[in-house]
């Protein structure tokens, strides 16, 4: 048997903040997720149809099954005037230093006065063969493109290697495009595709891209990551 604990905990470093779900987000979350359905689009939550509340509680009982391990992530508070830190968006072709729109969501005491901007889980859990799943991840729009997603990532796979993991994986609906370039702007390995792996929400078949990062990937992931965030001090 390995030496794997991954257990939940409260990520955080200089762009966002990582909380296990729990009860107390359940407004703020619903409300960013119900904002814009259509970011759910490519993701097997019905949110268009039947809100974001049941995807919500469905994770919070996976979290006590011990299945999942959900968090909300958490924009630390908007800069001000001038302070772009992260509200700047990532380019093709480096950072664009335009302000977003993240102001315009409101702090939330749930969150310790940051901004919920959206969330990201650690699912399908293999602590005999050290493998764990990220995924689950969505993000309002304002958020994306930002240092959010780049930040979360890296506090969430330092977790997880540094609890003993040897391999993450992420999948992704193959008709994503958008997923998929993030995962190779990554540096994932891409593994191949699923084929008539899930059914979505509308009961088509969908085929899953699947990507990894194993130990030995991870100081040169992880530097690239910090390279991309530094560009936005």
Not at 31 to 38: L, N
Not at 92 to 108: K, Q, R, Y
Request: aromatic content about 8%.
């Amino acid at each position: 048997m390995t030496g794997v604990k991954l257990a939940a905990a409260t990520l955080s470093n200089a762009w966002v903040r990582l909380e296990p779900l729990e009860a107390r987000h359940r407004a703020e979350m619903i409300a960013a997720a119900e904002a814009d359905p259509d970011i759910f689009r490519h993701m097997p939550y019905p949110v268009a149809e039947h809100g974001f509340a049941p995807s919500f509680d469905w994770l919070l009982n996976e979290r006590a099954e011990g299945r999942w391990i959900p968090h909300a992530v958490i924009a630390h508070a908007p800069p001000r005037a001038g302070e772009l830190s992260s509200a700047q968006r990532e380019t093709e072709g480096g950072v664009d230093n335009t302000p977003l729109p993240l102001a315009s969501l409101a702090t939330s005491p749930a969150s310790g006065g940051g901004i919920i901007v959206g969330q990201s889980c650690y699912l399908t859990i293999r602590p005999r063969d050290a493998g764990v799943e990220i995924g689950g991840t969505w993000y309002v729009r304002a958020a994306q493109g930002t240092a959010i997603n780049p930040a979360a990532k890296l506090a969430l796979l330092d977790h997880a290697f540094a609890c003993g993991i040897e391999r993450v994986e992420f999948k992704t609906d193959a008709l994503n495009a958008q997923s998929r370039a993030a995962l190779t702007k990554l540096g994932a390995t891409f593994e191949g595709v699923h084929r008539r792996h899930m059914r979505r929400p509308n009961g088509t078949w969908r085929d899953s891209a699947y990507f990894s990062i194993i130990r030995e990937d991870w100081p040169h992931v992880r530097a690239n990551l910090e390279a991309r965030l530094a560009a936005f001090r």
